[in-house]
């Protein structure tokens, strides 16, 4: 059984059909293949033809509604679509397609596509700089999405900057690129351009009925000051002493730069790749001549040639005094004379390195003092370090005694008491 209500067009048409949605007696799209992606933003349907049809009705669009994208009546089994939506959100494409056959519409056949693809434009550097008369670069790209490969339409603008020209890959006011593909883009400044800035300079990328945007910023700067090194000379090193902290200074070019050391010997010291600093510890006395480089952000360079004095060795360090120390009385204040050192570089600084000093005394700037309060032999070692951070360490004892006893004796009521003082 069939119930029909028909008017001109299939939108107001109900149709109910033993078969469903989807009836095989009625045209279904051969081309492209139902379920997978679109190929563009304009595509060719086809489906097959059926005896006894008149026309058919051909409706694309991002929901199952007449006229949502395109559609209508065709007379043949072909019919392209253009305009198909690539913005992000549309993931899903419906097709439906009557057949018109008996003098009436029939139930349509749907299908659904995946959304063709999408692209995005991208600008690197996100800022440049250039000076009047100068050129600034850019590099722009397009980046397809979901399969997309359509050739995409480059044009550039600033419209408040102050540039002569804006030209891709040198010559030309816009660009035709595919995507993966991508184009460098001249801002030439003009020569009479005032410092300032940052200006806007702005892609648009189109393709078809798709227009993506990027943009960079643009600064007009002061004519470069020539890249040079201005470190004139290096403080003298010694032999196994940690070398003056130096660092080495340029001016001009762009920053950030990076240090090497193209010949030469360093004997011991190395030098920073990006801060300049040149530190270490020298390892043989001598006179050492080594080249400098440094290299800014735009691959510019400047030399310099140094010559480092490296002294031989000091004097080791030992320690003067000796053990044992002189002996302490508990209850009496403690001074010996200083601890005594000799060799390295002063000044010194003192510190227990084992052991523990007797209960009541103390270390302070190389000599030991205060009140012992208990007798014992005590061992301890002692360590001392100089201003190059060489040390030595060694062992001492010190005698703590309890003092001397003498005993009194007196006639007290008739009996003898014995009394202690020390």
């Not at 980046?143 to 359509?150: A, E, K, L, M, T």
């Not at 000051?225 to 001016?251: E, K």
């Amino acid at each position: 059984m069939r119930i029909k209500f028909s008017l001109t067009a299939p939108v107001l048409c109900m149709l109910v059909y033993p078969c469903g949605r989807a009836c095989a007696q009625w045209a279904q799209i051969a081309s492209p293949t139902p379920g997978s992606q679109l190929p563009g933003i304009a595509v060719t349907f086809t489906w097959n033809a059926i005896s006894g049809a008149d026309s058919y009705w051909l409706d694309v669009g991002t929901a199952l509604a007449l006229g949502n994208v395109c559609g209508g009546q065709i007379a043949g089994t072909s019919s392209t679509c253009s305009g198909i939506p690539t913005q992000p959100g549309v993931t899903t494409i419906y097709v439906q397609l009557w057949t018109h056959s008996n003098g009436a519409w029939q139930t349509p056949n749907q299908y659904t596509y995946a959304a063709p693809g999408d692209f995005t434009v991208s600008m690197s550097p996100v800022s440049a700089s250039a000076a009047p008369g100068k050129t600034a670069q850019y590099t722009v790209t397009v980046n397809p999405i979901g399969g997309f490969s359509q050739p995409v339409f480059l044009t550039a603008l600033a419209p408040y900057a102050p540039l002569d020209s804006l030209l891709w890959n040198g010559t030309l006011p816009g660009t035709l690129i595919s995507p993966n593909w991508s184009a460098t883009l001249s801002a030439n400044v003009s020569q009479s351009a005032s410092i300032g800035g940052p200006w806007n300079v702005v892609i648009n990328a189109t393709s078809g009925n798709i227009t993506r945007q990027t943009s960079a910023g643009l600064n007009i700067t002061k004519a470069l000051v020539p890249l040079s090194i201005t470190t004139q000379s290096l403080p003298p090193g010694t032999v196994q002493v940690a070398y003056p902290q130096t660092t080495l200074l340029a001016i001009g070019g762009t920053t950030p730069y990076a240090w090497s050391v193209t010949s030469g010997s360093l004997d011991g010291l190395s030098l920073n790749q990006s801060s300049g600093l040149l530190s270490g510890i020298p390892a043989t006395a001598g006179t050492y001549s080594f080249t400098v480089r440094v290299t800014d952000a735009a691959s510019r360079t400047a030399n310099a040639t140094f010559s480092l004095t490296v002294s031989p060795a000091s004097t080791p360090l030992t320690i003067g005094t000796t053990s044992p120390l002189p002996n302490a009385t508990v209850g009496v204040p403690y001074s010996p004379p200083s601890l005594s050192a000799t060799g390295g570089t002063p000044p010194y600084s003192w510190t227990v390195t084992s052991g523990t000093l007797p209960p009541g005394l103390n270390l302070s700037s190389g000599a030991l003092s205060g009140t012992p309060t208990t007798a014992n032999v005590y061992t301890f070692s002692l360590g001392v370090a100089d201003s190059a951070s060489h040390s030595a360490s060694q062992s001492f004892s010190l005698t703590v005694t309890s003092g001397t006893t003498v005993k009194e004796y007196i006639r007290m009521n008739g009996r003898v008491i014995a009394i202690e003082t020390k």
